[in-house]
């Protein structure tokens, strides 16, 4: 709060005290007062106004200026009322009353949102467990009827599965913390569940996995992991140009405490202009324009589980050549496990 814009804002004010003191001056000069009592008048008269004024402008100016510094560091601007004091002059708690009544009506508006999501969340999650029962069933008499079902039926019904498991997790991801459970976990055994679980999209679509130097064990969680590999070995398969020689390569190095897996295929790979923004919630890109396929929710589901359970993503690129995603995992200093 400037002091120029305050005098500017008070104008009025000021020019009906000057007004007021030249009718006194001219009153004083009718009358004859001596010159000694109107200075003195007019002396006191001008100490008050400017105490009055810097009285008033040193209130405001504190309260004021304190609502916009808090705004200035607060990345949740609501919260603001809790670093404020009530001010003493009467327009401030006009102010500070009416910031209380909005920040009241606000909590209990985003309260009641929340309230709603999350019943939503729990309905979608309740949801997806009962429609997994007949995709199982559906499986199940897709893998018992093999001469009898073509195979692209059973390719669907593992679709519906494999989507059905995104919406689950993504519905979860939010709240994962509360569903995590951190141990020493063999990357080795995550990574052949996962392999068993797309063996028939590997067959049909004719890719060669290659997986070497993964019996390491990191500290994570082995289902939420599970989970990340799938996706990415899923877009690995989604995305593989055609040609003979089509592979996806798993491997794992290690820095220091740190290990890093691999996961690398040899497919379309992700444009330049596209690479930043893939991890982005339904982020498509040119890819996914090519590709009706592409939800572009797989990897910003990764890259959300991946700063939750305290590991870094990378992923590298080249059109035409192939991407390379890369999970590190850190030492146990991210999260301590008992051996």
């Not at 040193?58 to 200026?65: A, E, G, S, T």
């Not at 195979?151 to 509360?178: F, M, P, T, W």
Request: hydrophobic share 40%; with cysteine.
């Amino acid at each position: 709060m400037r002091i120029w814009e305050y005098i500017k804002d008070k104008a009025g004010i000021l020019i009906g005290y000057l007004l007021f003191i030249a009718i006194m001056l001219i009153a004083f000069r009718a009358m004859r007062t001596p010159g000694e009592l109107t200075v003195i008048f007019l002396v006191l008269t001008v100490l008050l106004l400017v105490t009055v004024i810097l009285t008033d402008y040193i209130k405001r100016r504190h309260f004021y200026n304190s609502l916009y510094a808090h705004m200035e560091q607060l990345d949740q601007k609501y919260l603001v009322m809790d670093t404020l004091e009530e001010p003493g002059f009467y327009e401030g708690k006009l102010v500070y009353e009416a910031l209380y009544e909005i920040n009241k009506s606000m909590t209990e508006h985003v309260k009641e949102y929340r309230q709603s999501v999350d019943d939503f969340k729990d309905f979608i999650e309740i949801w997806v467990h009962e429609i997994k029962l007949p995709i199982a069933s559906l499986v199940l008499m897709c893998h018992n009827n093999q001469d009898k079902i073509p195979k692209k039926y059973e390719d669907q019904v593992n679709r519906l599965d494999a989507y059905a498991d995104q919406v689950l997790y993504y519905v979860r991801a939010e709240h994962a913390s509360k569903d995590y459970r951190f141990d020493s976990v063999r990357i080795k055994s995550v990574v052949n569940k996962v392999a068993l679980k797309n063996k028939d999209m590997l067959l049909e679509s004719d890719i060669c996995l290659d997986v070497h130097d993964v019996d390491v064990s990191v500290t994570t969680d082995a289902k939420w992991l599970e989970f990340m590999i799938n996706q990415i070995m899923s877009n690995s398969i989604k995305y593989m140009k055609p040609g003979e020689d089509r592979q996806i390569r798993i491997w794992t190095t290690k820095a220091g405490d740190d290990i890093t897996l691999h996961i690398r295929d040899n497919g379309i790979g992700i444009s330049a202009a596209d690479l930043p923004r893939v991890c982005e919630k339904s982020f498509t890109g040119e890819n996914g324009r090519r590709f009706a396929k592409s939800t572009g929710m797989g990897l910003y589901i990764v890259k959300g589980l991946c700063d939750q359970l305290g590991h870094h993503l990378t992923i590298t690129s080249k059109e035409n050549i192939g991407t390379d995603v890369a999970v590190t995992f850190g030492g146990n200093d991210y999260y301590l496990v008992d051996e």
